[in-house]
C-alpha cells in the first residue's frame, strides 16, 4: 500500500501564498515515482474537484482554469514528493486540498483515475 501524507496548509490573507507537500510512503511508495499525481479540492457543500495534475516525469502539466496561472505543481521524485505553490490566493480557494496517485504514469484530471489519496490538508483564505 502507499500513504499520501498533506502538509502546509494553514490560514494566509487574500492574495497571500501557500505551498502544499505531499509525501508517499509505503511498501510500494518507489512506484509512485512512475505514477502521474494530482491535487484535487473540496469546499463545503460542494463536490470534490480538480486542481492540477502532473505527469511521472514533470513533463506534462494540467490545471483547472480557476487556478491556472496562479497556482504550480511540481514532483521531486528522489523524495516522493508532489508540491502545490499557491499564489495570488482568492477567498474561493479556501477547500480542503487533497493529493492523490494516478494508475498510470500520465497526467490526468479525472478523479476515477487516481488510486491513492491523501486526507486532506485544509486551506483557508480570509479577507
Known amino acids: 500500500q502507499v500513504q499520501l501524507v498533506e502538509s502546509g496548509g494553514g490560514l494566509v490573507q487574500a492574495g497571500g501564498s501557500l505551498r502544499l507537500s505531499c509525501a508517499a510512503s509505503g511498501r510500494y511508495v518507489r512506484t509512485i515515482s512512475n505514477n502521474g499525481m494530482g491535487w484535487f479540492r473540496q469546499a463545503p457543500g460542494k463536490e470534490r474537484e480538480f486542481v492540477a495534475t502532473?505527469?511521472?516525469?514533470?513533463?506534462?502539466?494540467s490545471y483547472a482554469d480557476s487556478v491556472k496561472g496562479r497556482f504550480t505543481i511540481s514532483r521531486d521524485n528522489a523524495k516522493n514528493t508532489v508540491f502545490l505553490q499557491m499564489d495570488s490566493l482568492k477567498l474561493e480557494d479556501t477547500a480542503v486540498y487533497y493529493c492523490a496517485a494516478a494508475r498510470s504514469s500520465s497526467a490526468t484530471d479525472s478523479a476515477s483515475q487516481y488510486q491513492y489519496w491523501g486526507q486532506g490538508t485544509q486551506v483557508t483564505v480570509s479577507s
Open positions: 502532473i505527469s511521472w516525469r514533470g513533463g506534462s502539466t
